[in-house]
Nanobody
Framework: QVQLVESGGGLVQAGGSLRLSCAASGRTFSTYYMGWFRQAPGKEREFVAKITWRGARTDYADSVKGRFAISRDNAKNTLYLQMDSLKPEDTAVYYC????????????????WGQGTQVTVSS
């Protein structure tokens, strides 16, 4: 089992940057596929980015490709999301999630979720 705690959200102007962190408890963090998702008011939770166990492979939603970067530090049990060139449409609650068995965009295939961190981008 793993517990996830996100941090790093906040208010930023369009064009700015934020770095989200997701701290994981437990000694098995390195065995989980990890993902970032976001949910804007009135919208469904959507996939943002994912990363394999050792970080050898990453994938992104088309809407963030070239602007966001997912990474992980297994020695620190931490997942990151570097967000650059932020746009107002990036405003949402951002969640990290862990999957024991699936490298997937589907939120229902993730086993553990953090509580979320708010990102607000002003125009």
């Amino acid at each position: 089992q793993v517990q996830l705690v996100e941090s790093g959200g906040g208010l930023v102007q369009a064009g700015g940057s934020l770095r989200l962190s997701c701290a994981a408890s437990g000694r098995t963090f390195s065995t989980y596929y990890m993902g970032w998702f976001r949910q804007a008011p009135g919208k469904e939770r959507e996939f943002v980015a994912k990363i394999t166990w050792r970080g050898a492979r990453t994938d992104y939603a088309d809407s963030v490709k070239g602007r966001f970067a997912i990474s992980r530090d297994n020695a620190k049990n931490t997942l990151y999301l570097q967000m650059d060139s932020l746009k107002p449409e990036d405003t949402a609650v951002y969640y990290c999630a862990a999957s024991q068995s699936s490298y997937t965009n589907a939120p229902w295939r993730y086993d553990y979720w953090g509580q979320g961190t708010q990102v607000t981008v002003s125009s």
